[in-house]
């Protein structure tokens, strides 16, 4: 399965403030995905992400609030801007299919940011 | 938005039974994968089952789906304490490759 690595793997945050977390695959991926883990929830998908298009946002996220870069296929930025307690949640970057694992999706260890 | 749905929501076993997860969903899938998630970790992938497949093996897991019932289960076999974590069914959608998570089952194997 494709290794996934995430920075950081968490952060204390002043409302107001932006924070931007790295997703790094150890392969070439064609699709990248965003998710968010409020306290106690379920995983809540923010964004696709593919390389040379612009991000595909879910209903209820914008990309002024989460801007997305994915620059090449093994790597990908999101950052939440503007923070508020209500943005506290763990961020999960995942990637589909690594070329072995044909539709496995496989996750990073999660960003848990904390907003105060 | 959610489409798979677990339950129980909680289950406390003893090490050496058998935890039994079950995970409904409402439109049509490709594939539907279980994942496994310890104490607000990453998540960790534990298989996936095609829309075509009816059952699943690996090691002490068992995963079943039945499509005409929109259901599946995930069966964890002679359960140890470090089974303790979260598990999630995950549906891919009709229209790409993003996942959609239940809400989760959260096991509970105490020794």
């Known amino acids: 399965s494709a290794v996934i690595s995430q920075k950081p793997s968490r952060d204390i945050c002043q409302r107001g403030t932006s924070l931007t977390i790295q997703c790094q695959v150890d392969?070439?991926?064609?699709?990248m995905f965003w998710y968010r883990q409020q306290p106690g929830q379920s995983l809540t998908l923010i964004a696709t992400a593919n390389q040379g298009s612009e991000a595909t946002y879910e209903s209820g996220f914008v990309i002024d609030k989460f801007p997305i870069s994915r620059p090449n296929l093994t790597f990908s930025t999101l950052t939440v801007s503007n923070m508020s307690p209500e943005d506290s949640s763990i961020y999960l970057c995942?990637?589909?299919?690594?070329?072995?694992?044909?539709?496995?999706?496989?996750f990073g260890p999660g960003t848990r940011l904390t907003v105060l | 938005s959610q489409q798979g749905e677990e339950d129980p929501q909680a289950l406390s076993i003893q090490e050496g039974e058998n935890a039994t997860m079950n995970c409904s969903y409402k439109t049509s899938i490709n594939n539907l994968q279980w994942y496994r998630q310890n104490s607000g970790r990453g998540l960790v992938h534990l298989i996936l089952?095609?829309?075509?497949?009816r059952e699943k093996h690996s090691g002490r897991l068992r995963v079943t789906l039945d499509t005409s019932k929109k259901s599946s289960s995930l069966l964890i076999t002679a359960s140890r304490a470090a089974d303790t974590a979260s598990y999630f069914c995950?549906?891919?959608?009709?229209?790409?490759?993003?996942?959609?998570f239940g809400k989760g089952t959260s096991l509970l194997v105490t020794p």
């Open positions: 392969s070439q991926v064609t699709m």
């Open positions: 089952i095609r829309s075509n497949e």
């Open positions: 995950a549906t891919d959608s009709n229209s790409g490759y993003a996942l959609n």
């Open positions: 995942s990637v589909e299919g690594d070329g072995r694992s044909y539709n496995e999706q496989f």
